[in-house]
């Protein structure tokens, strides 16, 4: 049995590592072309995997023909807006759903969940109208309010929720501690695995997003860094391949930061979804 469970191991690690190589390789390439020189006006073919005239120039053309830092900025700015009103609004309406038990919930969670079903591009265009008749396009309001239906993240708080001891939320109500005491005191520092997991998923969709902030944004100034990075690939009249995979490089910075910084999180929440009361 001993044997069998080796080798089922070994199966099984051998795998997970092919999987990794297969998913990773097109970032190392990325990475290894954003420092080749001699890749600046045609893509090698085939694909070298080592720079032909290694130069940090491509990433000094890429912040001097875009203001890379300020639409960086600008992205950071929305994505924590964002991330923060989904996060409350998710967690709040999670919470209300698990523990309230009001008549309806679960008609309600259902109807949250089946919005999800509807695709984006069926929506922008109403979105669109929409914003542009309360006159909030060009402004980061044209995020923060969409933010606030963030039905996904309600369903996995919900779940989260459901793991707690109610008997928590009972002991504070019997301490005197109203609703909002409860969750701030006792229920949101136990869902701090499941936010930082929900703040992940937020932050690559929102950083990584093109299509709303090419509706939404017309000031160049408030550009986020994807349109900011489509913009200087139709503005230029040459591709500039390695210039690109230098700002794009540049890019995913904060996505690697963030997620090497909560990546523990994201461990422990799903580890602790199986825990039952």
Not at 5 to 15: Q, R
Not at 66 to 78: A, D, G, R
Not at 129 to 136: D, Q, R
Not at 237 to 261: D, E, G, H, N
């Amino acid at each position: 049995m001993k044997k069998t469970k080796l080798v089922g191991n070994i199966i099984i690690s051998s795998i997970l590592l092919v999987g990794s190589g297969i998913m990773i390789i097109p970032f190392v390439w990325m990475l290894l072309t954003s420092f080749d020189w001699g890749a600046r006006l045609n893509i090698p073919y085939p694909p070298r995997f080592w720079p032909k005239e290694f130069s940090i120039k491509t990433y000094q053309l890429a912040f001097t023909n875009m203001p890379m830092i300020k639409y960086m900025i600008n992205s950071l700015i929305i994505s924590v807006g964002v991330i923060l009103i989904s996060l409350m609004s998710a967690l709040l309406s999670g919470y209300a759903i698990s523990k309230l038990k009001f008549k309806g919930s679960m008609v309600v969670l259902v109807l949250a969940l089946s919005t999800m079903m509807i695709p984006f591009e069926m929506t922008m265009i109403p979105q669109y109208l929409l914003f542009s008749k309360i006159h909030l396009l060009d402004t980061y309001w044209a995020f923060f309010l969409p933010a606030l239906n963030y039905a996904f993240g309600t369903f996995l708080a919900k779940a989260f929720i459901d793991q707690t001891p109610s008997s928590l939320r009972e002991a504070a109500i019997i301490d005197g501690a109203g609703e909002f005491r409860v969750f701030f005191s006792v229920f949101l520092p136990l869902c701090i695995p499941i936010v930082a997991t929900m703040a992940i998923l937020q932050f690559l969709a929102v950083w990584n997003d093109l299509l709303w902030p090419l509706l939404a944004l017309k000031t160049p100034d408030k550009y986020t860094i994807q349109l900011g990075l489509a913009m200087f690939r139709v503005n230029k009249t040459a591709p500039l391949p390695s210039i690109i995979m230098a700002a794009t490089t540049v890019s995913l910075i904060p996505v690697v930061t963030l997620y090497l910084f909560l990546q523990r999180y994201i461990v422990e929440s799903i580890a602790l979804s199986g825990v039952k009361q």
